[in-house]
């Protein structure tokens, strides 16, 4: 079945709750291979869970560091081996997976390495988690841009916040995909409905 990674514009776009969104309305397990800022906080993995439901498949992250910075500073401070991306393959799953990443695309791994590079790595099409407010636009096409520079697949962009109508369409006519519009909402359930299916991205894609 496929995999999607998910990936934000920037910090507290909601990646996590739409990572979380998309599990439940795919029926997806999730993998977050790379956390970080686990002093401070149980891990994006128990947060999906809660939100989705126990029946969620999970799959253990691959690195977890303490420092709520980027992997490649966490490794640093805290004394960890520097991530390689040999090490990185996608669990084995019969349902659709949703991957995580720590942060956007250019977020440092390692001093050499970035997101983007894990992506390509593990070879699945990604989906950009962007606010729906002021600054979206710049954020958005930078991240877009970047991608495409270097041939990963894009399924599209999902805006999270407070719906802001002129912002969608001004991607729109810009050329970016808008798979959907997510409202502020306490639960996944709320807005599952607002996603369309996964069958039907991919065919929008090919």
């Given at each position: 079945m496929p995999a999607?990674?998910?990936?934000?514009?920037?910090t507290d776009v909601g990646k996590t709750f739409v990572s979380a969104l998309l599990c439940?309305?795919?029926?997806?397990?999730?993998?977050?291979?790379v956390q970080t800022g686990l002093d401070s906080d149980p891990g994006d993995t128990k947060t999906v869970k809660e939100l989705v439901g126990k029946d969620l498949i999970t799959f253990k992250p691959q690195v977890e560091l303490q420092k709520p910075l980027a992997?490649?500073?966490?490794?640093?401070?805290?004394?960890?081996?520097?991530?390689?991306?040999?090490?990185?393959?996608l669990p084995k799953t019969n349902d659709p997976l949703i991957v995580e990443?720590?942060?956007?695309?250019?977020?440092?791994?390692?001093?050499?390495?970035?997101?983007?590079?894990?992506?390509?790595?593990?070879?699945?099409p990604v989906i950009v988690v962007a606010r729906s407010q002021l600054g979206?636009?710049?954020?958005?096409?930078?991240t877009l841009e970047h991608l495409r520079a270097h041939d990963v697949k894009i399924l599209g962009v999902i805006l999270?916040?407070?719906?802001?109508?002129?912002n969608c369409t001004a991607?729109?006519?810009?050329g970016v995909k808008v798979i959907c519009?997510?409202?502020?909402?306490?639960?996944?359930?709320?807005?599952?409905h607002l996603v369309p299916s996964l069958t039907e991205l991919i065919n929008d894609y090919n």
């Open positions: 999607v990674f998910v990936t934000g514009t920037d439940k309305a795919w029926g997806a397990s999730y993998w977050k291979p992997p490649w500073r966490a490794c640093v401070l805290e004394g960890e081996p520097f991530l390689k991306l040999e090490d990185f393959k990443g720590a942060g956007g695309v250019f977020v440092p791994l390692t001093k050499e390495l970035i997101t983007k590079d894990l992506v390509k790595q593990i070879d699945c979206t636009l710049n954020h958005t096409l930078l999270n916040g407070k719906i802001d109508e002129d991607l729109k006519e810009l519009q997510i409202p502020l909402a306490s639960s996944v359930d709320e807005v599952t």
